[in-house]
């Protein structure tokens, strides 16, 4: 089993910055590929972005590409998202999560989740 903790997040101005951290333990970190996904109010989660287990391949949605940089660190066991030129629509909470195969919405282990709000 992984347990996953979130940290980071918070409020921030449109334009501004936030990173987003993820610490895994129970299981060797390295074995997990790792994303991270978000859920605005009323809306279903939706992917953001993934790292595979080597941090050799990444992923993203179209909607945060060139702005958000997902990043791992398997010495640490952490996981970071770094989230700059936010927008309002990037309000949401943030997940990570942890798969052994491909992260998706329906992988086995989450974080907590953490509030992202962006103001206007």
């Known amino acids: 089993q992984v347990q996953l903790v979130q940290s980071g997040g918070g409020l921030v101005q449109a334009g501004g910055s936030l990173r987003l951290s993820c610490l895994g333990s129970?299981?060797?970190?390295?074995?997990?590929?790792m994303g991270w996904f978000r859920q605005a109010p009323g809306k279903e989660r939706e992917f953001v972005a993934a790292?595979?287990?080597?941090?050799?391949?990444?992923g993203y949605a179209d909607s945060v590409k060139g702005r958000f940089t997902i990043s791992r660190d398997n010495a640490k066991n952490t996981v970071y998202l770094q989230m700059n030129s936010l927008k309002p629509e990037d309000t949401a909470v943030y997940y990570c999560?942890?798969?052994?195969?491909?992260?998706?919405?329906?992988?086995?282990?989450w974080g907590q989740g953490t509030q992202v709000t962006v103001s206007s």
């Open positions: 790292i595979n287990r080597s941090g050799g391949w990444l």
């Open positions: 129970g299981r060797t970190f390295s074995n997990y590929a």
């Open positions: 999560a942890a798969d052994r195969a491909l992260v998706t919405s329906r992988s086995e282990y």
